[in-house]
């Protein structure tokens, strides 16, 4: 009998071992689901890092805006590019509207090196910009508490300041462009590297409030005209 059994299971084994393995469990076709690719890098809370930034609740037409940016190759990230190389329009409007939709809290500001000095320079240039060098108050495009300005201008407040001033150095070097005017471009080109470490400090420095959105007015300086944003 020992015997017998020993020979049912030699034949048995491969057979067993070609067998079809279980189907795997059907995932829900949800938006949170298809963006979860995103998430694993822009985090699950939507707190960004020096790396990857905080997208939850920035207007959709920038988020929609910066897809395509991507996508045609006036930003420069291959894992983003690939990403949305081949996806439609009316796909990347649902992806951002999502997000847009999004309000996590936002953590609270982590510690930098700026000096007060810096830090406030850097308050002044935000509110008040440099009229000698032709740069605008941030507040000017970015609204005046820095939340934002639908449908098409992001949000300040809780950007790491690794990453407002890899974004200055891309528009710098023009890794990162808009279609023309590209005035961010402009201005990053117009600020020194001190006004540009000042400001990302003071930037990184602020708490932001959880109830924080986006403006819906635009007010504008009339000599800037950024591509991308509907001008009135």
Same mark, same amino acid.
């Given at each position: 009998?020992?015997?017998?059994?020993?020979?049912?299971?030699? #034949?048995?084994?491969?057979?067993?071992?070609? @067998?079809?393995?279980?189907?795997?469990?059907?995932?829900?076709? %949800?938006?949170? /689901?298809?963006?979860?690719?995103?998430?694993?890098?822009?985090?699950?809370?939507?707190?960004?890092?020096?790396?990857?930034?905080?997208?939850?609740?920035?207007?959709?037409?920038?988020?929609?805006?910066?897809?395509?940016?991507?996508?045609?190759?006036?930003?420069?990230?291959?894992?983003?590019?690939?990403?949305?190389?081949?996806?439609?329009? @009316?796909?990347?409007?649902?992806?951002?509207?999502?997000?847009?939709?999004?309000?996590?809290?936002?953590?609270?500001?982590?510690?930098?090196?700026? %000096?007060? @000095?810096?830090?406030?320079?850097?308050?002044?240039?935000?509110?008040?910009?440099? /009229?000698? /060098?032709?740069?605008?108050?941030?507040?000017?495009?970015?609204?005046?508490?820095? %939340?934002?300005?639908?449908?098409?201008?992001?949000?300040?407040?809780?950007?790491?300041?690794?990453?407002?001033?890899? /974004?200055?150095?891309?528009?710098?070097?023009?890794?990162?462009?808009?279609?023309?005017?590209?005035?961010?471009?402009?201005?990053?080109?117009?600020?020194?590297?001190?006004?540009?470490?000042?400001?990302?400090?003071?930037?990184?420095?602020?708490?932001?409030?959880?109830?924080?959105?986006?403006?819906? %007015?635009?007010?504008?300086?009339?000599?800037?005209?950024?591509?991308? #944003?509907?001008?009135?």
């Amino acid at each position: 009998m020992r015997i017998f059994s020993s020979i049912v299971l030699l #034949v048995a084994a491969p057979l067993l071992a070609h @067998a079809a393995p279980p189907a795997p469990a059907k995932l829900p076709d %949800t938006m949170e /689901q298809r963006v979860a690719a995103c998430v694993a890098c822009h985090k699950a809370k939507e707190e960004g890092d020096a790396f990857f930034p905080r997208i939850a609740g920035k207007p959709a037409g920038y988020l929609y805006n910066q897809l395509l940016n991507f996508r045609e190759g006036r930003r420069k990230y291959p894992m983003m590019s690939y990403m949305v190389e081949q996806l439609p329009d @009316a796909y990347l409007r649902e992806i951002a509207q999502y997000f847009s939709d999004l309000h996590p809290p936002y953590p609270p500001p982590a510690p930098n090196s700026a %000096t007060p @000095a810096m830090i406030e320079r850097g308050r002044v240039i935000v509110h008040e910009g440099d /009229q000698s /060098q032709r740069v605008p108050a941030c507040i000017a495009c970015h609204g005046e508490k820095l %939340t934002g300005v639908a449908p098409a201008i992001p949000g300040l407040l809780g950007l790491p300041r690794d990453y407002i001033n890899a /974004q200055f150095g891309a528009w710098r070097n023009k890794v990162r462009k808009a279609h023309e005017p590209d005035c961010m471009a402009d201005v990053a080109n117009r600020l020194s590297e001190a006004d540009v470490a000042a400001v990302s400090g003071w930037l990184a420095s602020q708490p932001a409030d959880a109830e924080a959105r986006p403006v819906g %007015t635009e007010v504008l300086p009339r000599w800037v005209k950024c591509g991308g #944003v509907p001008q009135s």
